[in-house]
Structures are given as C-alpha cells and as structure tokens.
C-alpha cells in the first residue's frame, strides 16, 4: 500500500520518514521541483539532527520517493496525509489557501476510495470544510473520509517526537476511518485519543497554547524574581516537582518564539474572536512574551549605562536549539533592540542566520571567540551546547568588559561570578 504525504516542508518530511521507518512505502508530493530534486538527493532543504540519514537509508532501500506529479501520485495513492503550510494571515488567522488547493487536488484527481488524513494545524471546522471541498471538485462521485490527526512534532527532536510520541489524536467521523488511521501507527506504543474532528483540530491549538502559558507564567514570575532578589530557578523546581504542575516548560527567559506557539496563540484568538468571545488570558501571554525581551535589556541597560557605542556579542539567533529558524526569534529582537539603542552588534550561530535586512548592519562571526573580542557585553540568547561548554576563562581575556546577560539562564551564576563576571540571567542571577 502506497500513503502519500502532501507538502515536503519541515512535518512533511518528517511524517514521510517516520512512516517509511514504520514499514510503509511513501511518496512525498511537492510542486516545489528544487526541494523535490533535493530530497531524492538524500539532501535536506532545513537543518533537522537525525533526519538527513533517515532519507538517505529509506531512498537506498526504495520506501521513500518524491515526486511533482500531483495527479499520479494521488491516483495511485489510497492514504494521503496532508502536511501543507498554514501561514498567519495580517490579521492573525491561518491562512488555508494551501488546505484548500490541496483538497481540490485530491478531489480532482479521485479514481476510487481515498482515507485523507489532515496533518497541518488548522482551525475548527476545517476538516468540515475540506469535505465540501473535495467533494464539489471531484469530477466523478467517489467515496472518502477525511480524519484530523494533529502533530506535536518539536523542531529539533522531530524525528524522536515521531517515533515516541506521547499521544496520537485521531478526529474521524466514523470508526472505520479512525480504525484505518490507527492501523498506520500499530507499531507506536502510546495512548491513542479518538474524538471528533473538530475536537482534535481544538486539542492542538490548546496544546500549543498551554505550554505557551506556562512559558509566560514562569517569565511573568521571573520579572518579580528581578524585582526582590529570589531565584526562579529554584521556585520552578519547587512548583515544577508537583505533578499537578509538572517541571517542564518552565525555564524562564527571553520568550518563546519559532513557527508555532506565536502563529498558533494568534489563530486561536482570531477564532475566538470570530465567534464572539475573548481569550483574555491568551492576551495577556502574548503581551508577556512580546516584551520579555526589554526585561533583559533593561537590566543590560541598567549595568552599561546605556549602548550608544558599544559593542555587544550576541550568541545564538535561532528560536531554540538544534534548528536554524529564527522565525519569531527573541534572539533577533534583541538583536534589533541592541542596533536600535546605538549598539555594534557581533553575532554568532552554529546554523541560523540574521534576517537580510539587519545581516549587513552586524558583525557576521565565524566563532563564538569572534564575536567576544572586544566586547562590552555578551547576551547569550539560544542555548546551544556550544555556549554552555564555553571555555569562560579564556572568553574573558577576549572581552573588553566582562558582563553576561544570560537570556536562557542556562550558565551558573554563581561559577560566573567566581570567574568575575557580571551575570544577570532572567529573574536568576
Ligand atoms: C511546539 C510544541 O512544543 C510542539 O509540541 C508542537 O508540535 C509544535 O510547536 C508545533 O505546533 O508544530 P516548537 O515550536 O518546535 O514546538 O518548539 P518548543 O520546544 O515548544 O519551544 C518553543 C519556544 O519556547 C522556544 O523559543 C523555546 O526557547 C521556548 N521555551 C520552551 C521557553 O522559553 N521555556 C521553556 O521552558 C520551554
């Protein structure tokens, strides 16, 4: 049996590979003909561990293949996961043009039964709407079923959330179809959630906004830490080791950013909105996490003075580790922030790069020891390994002042100021 997965983006792929490593045979659709080329390659268009290798066992041993030619590849195909991109649109709601096309495709090209599984996170109602989609382009009536069936894929562990996930949520109509989608994951051994389509298209937006609120709650705490001297560390492994609360996602720092939880938090109030009621807590997340950033410039400010004329490394500029998106990145806004405020700015990144309008503004370091020298202050913003394993002694003969402000609070303060520096995490320090 032949499941193809619709769209080759950074779920895509990885869906694709995990399926082939389940034993299925996959091909990965695309009209993007360069990625396609790429892939069949055994070359990945994004930085992901682990996944690179995946593709080139699976092509060697023929379960994986790419392919432009919508029409075939869905004739020949009784499974198709959709894993189409679901931008924000200006006003904060998921733009569905993808969705939409790719339902249209599926429709048109229809030769017999087809299972649809939706993949892309998409409002509620969505899985009703392709329905009506699918249907009115079909040229000749053909049966299907179209199953929600939501991913929590972390970048940077995708291919280990793939495999081990702790949950698969199955929304389907019918208990043949959600019968037919947990088939494909038999070899997984976690808890399974059937429910209704609208359910589960709502248990990823919630998913993405709870842990959203967890990040913010613990960086509102932090601010307070600040403000009286506690460290949050500390207080979050004090409340952290309640399960009812439970340890993680409560590192305190710069903010979140990546593709998700802004996008998602957004879409969810959009469709809150669209039905006539507001998120006010969802409000108040994001107006932490989009000012998290100053918190720690403000401290900056405070020890510097100000940073008209100095110079600032800044390590890291991706959203988090092990990726090189720097989509919504709190790194690249301290960035902007630190230029704003008058400040040479040095940057290093084992992977991500700065967005092309500030690229030319920065100093583009090739190491981390590039970007200390002479420096007034180091912000450390994504918490590479790297940075953590740091030779700290030798960073200091480098810098021209030796002041950290750790944005991820993953240095030791107190070892820190042992070697004599200034540190100042993020309500720790
Ligand atoms: C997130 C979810 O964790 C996945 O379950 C979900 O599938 C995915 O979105 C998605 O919707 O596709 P991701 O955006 O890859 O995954 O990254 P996370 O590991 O969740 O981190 C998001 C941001 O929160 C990062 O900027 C990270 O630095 C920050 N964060 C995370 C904190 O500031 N504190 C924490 O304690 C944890």
Known sequence: ?????????????????????????????????????????????????????LLQKHLQ???ITFTTQADRSIQVSEIIFICVGTPPLPDGSADLH??????????????????????????????????EWVRSAQRQSHPFDIVSNPEFLREGKALSDALHPDRIVIGATNEQAAAAVQNLYLSLKCPVVITTPRNAELIKYAANAF???????????????????????????????????????????????????????AALLSIAAEHGTELKLLKEVVSINETQHLHLMHSARTRLGNFMGTKIAVLGLAFKPDTDDIR???????????????????????VAKLPPDVN????????????????????????????????????????????????????????????????????YR
């Open 328 to 350: 919504e990145s709190s790194a690249i806004r301290i960035v902007r922030a630190l230029m704003a405020e008058g400040a040479q700015v040095a940057v290093h990144d084992p």
């Open 211 to 265: 842990l959203a609120m967890k990040i913010s709650f613990i960086n509102e705490m932090a601010r307070l830490c600040d403000k009286v001297g506690i460290n949050i560390k500390e207080v979050a492994q004090g409340i952290g080791l309640d399960p009812r609360i439970g340890n993680r996602f409560l590192q305190a720092g710069i903010g979140y950013g990546g593709s998700c939880f802004p996008k998602d938090v």
């Open 61 to 63: 041993s023929d379960n």
């Open 98 to 131: 993808y969705v939409k096309q790719a339902a249209r495709d599926i429709g048109r090209n229809m030769n017999g039964y087809k299972l649809i599984i939706i993949k892309s996170t998409v409002p509620i109602g969505t899985q009703e709407k392709m329905t």
């Open 360 to 427: 030319d503004a920065a100093i583009i370091c090739s190491s981390p020891s590039q970007a200390l020298e002479n420096a007034d202050a180091v912000f450390l913003c994504t918490e590479w390994t790297i940075y953590q394993q740091l030779d700290w002694v030798h960073a200091k003969q480098l810098m021209k002042r030796t002041n950290i402000f750790d944005g991820r609070n993953v240095l030791d303060a107190k070892k820190m100021a042992e070697l004599g520096y200034f540190y100042q995490g993020v309500g």
């Open 1 to 53: 049996m032949n499941i193809l997965v619709l769209g080759t983006g950074y779920v895509g792929t990885t869906t694709a590979l995990a399926l082939s490593e389940m034993g299925w045979h996959v091909t990965g659709l695309d009209m993007d003909s360069h990625k396609v080329q790429q892939l069949l390659q055994g070359k990945l268009h994004f930085y992901e561990p682990g996944l690179e290798p």
